[in-house]
């Protein structure tokens, strides 16, 4: 016996120390899922946004796509040449006495609307370089919740299992007096220590998951120091009220505004058949007479073999291509939602089933157990059984509530505008 208590108050000491140290943490900082949103920049907060590159890289991206219109505006370039003729030659045309010098400016005209169609195509691109940036900063929204979410589930069976550790405590300390009263027999008190170790395991993998479940979130902003706390109170995150009466999400926009972008770089592909000639004009100077001349040229590519009708293809085949991606996104768009719905839904009965019914039946019936089992009515066994039933329904509690919040989160995203 006096091994027993040995263990049991090593045990207990070391469930005290887990239980007064996450709680002493948690009054330094609890973080909040609004200032996670803030802390990675998915809400206003400029400097967090600039500092992220989950949003950066897209945000960059939409802004090269704009350069890329204004640049799209530009016309051809004047060109100017020189050409000197009949130098250092033979004969009458040694030295520099017969030379002749040619100055002349030339200016390529565009035709067949190359200019029009180049500015449409970078329009179009950019126009889908903003929704993919949109998208972005509504996918990291996403991940935020989620991981809050998980995050908050982890924190929450974290107190679930300090909760265990504290009853296998005092079962293991009722039975050590019932048996030396010799009410139990030993095998009893030994069983009972055995529950408040595995407890006491439990609640260390439980604190390990958290740990891992917060430096996930916290990787999103980019933290590399200890991960911020998160209480173990689940956020209310609130689905759209009708989530795509009209599927008009950004999700679905981004894959509709790819077949605009591909027909315009079709009709772009398509100016480039017509050749563009280049118009110039000049003076030349004959040395030998001291003579000038205006010139006046036209210069015409021949479009006998390059029609660009291979980038023609190409650029049609791609479009196919767009179109398809879209018939797909549409149809995996409408499960989605659809599926996270019903998982929210579903999610939304499960806690309130658990929540107000069978939570408190099985405390009630724990309660019971636990007197009868003190006055010595009820052996160990029974109080065991109820105290797993009551845990049962405690993580099926915290898992329907964690299921609740990653459907809400995922038809937030799917919402996003």
Known sequence: MPAIKWRGALIAGLALAAIVTPVAAQERELLTLDEALGRTGVVAEPANTELNPRIVGPRAEAEAAQALVGQARLRPNPEISLEVENIAGSGAFSGLSATEYTLAVGQRLELGGKRGTRVEAARAQAQLADLRADLAGAELGFLVRERYVAAAAAASR????????????????????????????????????????????????????????????????????????????????????????????????????????????????????????????????????????????????????????????????????????????????????????????????????????????????????????????????????AAEARDAIREALIAAQEDRGQAAAELIRLAAQ
Do not use: C, K
């Open 158 to 385: 974290v107190e679930l299992a300090l909760d265990v550790v504290e009853r296998n405590e005092e079962l293991a300390r009722i039975a050590g007096l019932l048996v030396e009263v010799g009410r139990e027999p030993p095998l009893r008190a030994l069983r009972a220590e055995a529950a408040l170790a595995e407890a006491q395991a439990e609640l260390q993998a439980a604190e390990a998951t958290s740990l891992a479940a917060r430096t996930a979130l916290a990787s999103l902003w980019g933290d590399q120091g200890a991960p911020p706390l998160v209480p173990s109170r689940f956020p209310g995150i609130e689905p759209p009220g009708a989530v795509m009466a009209t599927a008009s999400g950004l999700q679905l926009r981004v894959a509709r505004a790819e077949s605009p972008a591909a027909a315009a770089e079709i009709d772009r592909e398509r100016s480039l058949r017509i050749p563009d000639p280049v118009v110039s004009a000049g003076v030349r100077r004959f040395e030998e007479s001291n003579d000038s001349a205006f010139l006046l040229g036209v210069s015409i590519p021949l479009p006998f073999l390059n029609r660009n009708q291979g980038n023609i293809a190409a650029a049609e085949a791609r479009l196919r291509a767009a179109n398809a991606r879209e018939a797909v996104a549409l149809a995996d768009f409408e499960q989605a939602v659809t599926r996270a719905r019903s998982q929210y839904l579903a999610a939304e009965a499960r806690v309130e089933t658990l929540s107000t019914t069978s939570l408190p039946q099985a405390e009630e019936a724990l309660r019971l157990v636990r007197i009868g089992y003190r006055n010595g009515r009820f052996p160990l066994i029974e109080v065991l059984s």
